[in-house]
């Protein structure tokens, strides 16, 4: 199993980003998958969460609700995140991840420690 992240980058205040994560060898019917992040002298946390390939209802922190739209390219077995109106305190590096183990409600998400990609760091300059 190998969850590939991309796309981070230098962006202004109120710019786009669109992060992907290509996702090896992994069955997305029975796992759920979701963008974690790492911002500096903090605690990772979870930004958007599927429950899996057909989830309607992501999970969305409060912080990225309504500006980061969280999508998967079945046929690319690949899951995406659109950052837009992009904010100085986004800076963090982003990670992917999937677990067969998962807690998803409207305020919360929490993964099992299953597989992680590798992070991708996005810089957001005021």
């Known amino acids: 199993v190998q969850l590939q992240a991309s796309g981070g980058g230098l962006a202004q205040a109120e710019g786009s980003l669109r992060l992907s994560c290509e996702i090896s060898?992994?069955?997305?019917?029975?796992?759920?998958i979701g963008w974690f992040r790492r911002a500096p002298g903090n605690q990772r946390e979870a930004v958007s969460c599927?429950?899996?390939?057909?989830?309607?209802?992501?999970y969305y922190s409060a912080p990225v609700k309504g500006r980061f739209t969280v999508s998967i390219d079945n046929a690319k077995n690949t899951m995406y995140l659109q950052m837009n109106n992009l904010k100085p305190e986004d800076t963090a590096v982003y990670f992917c991840?999937?677990?067969?183990?998962?807690?998803?409600?409207?305020?919360?998400?929490?993964?099992?420690?299953?597989?992680w990609g590798q992070g991708t760091l996005v810089t957001v300059s005021s």
């Open positions: 991840a999937a677990s067969s183990s998962s807690i998803i409600a409207r305020n919360m998400c929490v993964l099992g420690d299953e597989y």
């Open positions: 060898d992994l069955d997305l019917d029975r796992y759920a």
């Open positions: 599927l429950r899996g390939r057909d989830d309607l209802n992501p």
